[in-house]
């Protein structure tokens, strides 16, 4: 069902219906949709246009949310070209009538950043309103845990390495808590030796560099599914502010925000 809302690969979702009346006239969409807009131009401005909502050209320009994965570079005339389409600015939210603009033409969301962990947020509230209190979801690298895997023991997530396919780099515990890894080891190409995957640094229209992989626990997965895209492009934050995070760098470094160690138990492969 959210799937049927947020997608922009499905012709008729509500973000497709925004994206093809771009820069003509604003869509009205239901209360949720509106929401998850809503707070997405939140993170934007949170990370000063790090995540944005409107990078619908250039991810629909490598390609990586299709069946397969792409195996070129696109043309860097391209590149620029949609780059200039993308600015969470120009994307305008009506509360009166939850109606939802982009005002220039060829614009596009895509919520690739942040709809996989509101979807399991919204799992996870239907099987607590009917009850269940222990349980753990996966969905391709962002998870949620409710309470304890049992009376003992929290559960135990494992963060997969990023160059070694089956390997863990390393295992944490968690209750109550989501956390989500994104890397660049799961749709990409290589040429020349250059390694291109699906996580867009929208100042340069070209995949993020410096990060292999980067977990983030937060409260909920929505957030620290956010998080984790803004992370690995911006390769951390050492304020006292800072969210939850690991950083794997491209030498293979850890590095650690901050409070990360002293809050959660985090066992080193």
């Given at each position: 069902r959210i799937d049927s809302?947020?997608?922009?690969?499905?012709?008729?979702?509500?973000?497709?219906?925004?994206?093809?009346?771009?820069?003509?006239?604003p869509v009205k969409v239901s209360y949720e949709t509106f929401s998850i807009?809503?707070?997405s131009l939140q993170y934007s401005v949170y990370s000063s246009g790090i995540f944005d909502v409107t990078i619908g050209p250039l991810t629909q320009l490598w390609g990586f949310n299709g069946d397969?994965?792409?195996?070129?570079?696109?043309?860097?005339?391209?590149?620029?070209?949609?780059?200039?389409?993308?600015?969470?600015?120009?994307?305008?939210?009506?509360?009166?009538?939850?109606?939802?603009?982009?005002?220039?033409?060829?614009?596009?969301i895509d919520l690739g950043g942040i709809g996989k962990g509101y979807a399991i947020d919204r799992a996870s509230d239907i099987l607590n309103q009917n009850g269940f209190?222990?349980?753990?979801?996966?969905?391709?690298?962002?998870?949620?845990?409710?309470?304890?895997?049992?009376?003992?023991?929290?559960?135990?997530?494992g963060i997969k390495h990023p160059r070694d396919e089956g390997k863990l780099i390393g295992s944490v515990e968690l209750a109550d808590l989501a956390i989500a890894t994104s890397g660049d080891y799961e749709r990409y190409f290589e040429k020349n030796g250059v390694r291109y995957h699906h996580i867009i640094d929208p100042r340069t229209g070209y995949p993020a560099t410096g990060s292999t992989s980067v977990s983030v626990v937060a409260e909920s997965s929505e957030k620290s599914d956010a998080l984790a895209t803004i992370l690995f492009i911006t390769q951390g934050d050492t304020s006292s502010s800072a969210p939850d995070y690991?950083?794997?760098?491209?030498?293979?470094?850890?590095?650690?925000?901050?409070?990360?160690?002293?809050?959660?138990?985090?066992?080193?492969n």
């Open positions: 809302l947020l997608a922009w690969q499905i012709p008729v979702s509500e973000i497709s219906k925004i994206n093809y009346s771009a820069g003509n006239a807009l809503k707070r397969e994965d792409p195996s070129d570079i696109p043309p860097a005339v391209k590149i620029d070209s949609c780059k200039r389409l993308v600015n969470f600015r120009n994307l305008k939210l009506d509360e009166k009538d939850t109606t939802v603009f982009l005002l220039q033409k060829g614009m596009s209190r222990s349980f753990l979801f996966n969905a391709g690298g962002d998870i949620l845990v409710s309470g304890m895997k049992n009376e003992n023991q929290k559960w135990v997530i690991l950083i794997i760098d491209s030498n293979l470094v850890r590095h650690f925000s901050p409070k990360f160690k002293s809050k959660y138990s985090f066992v080193q």
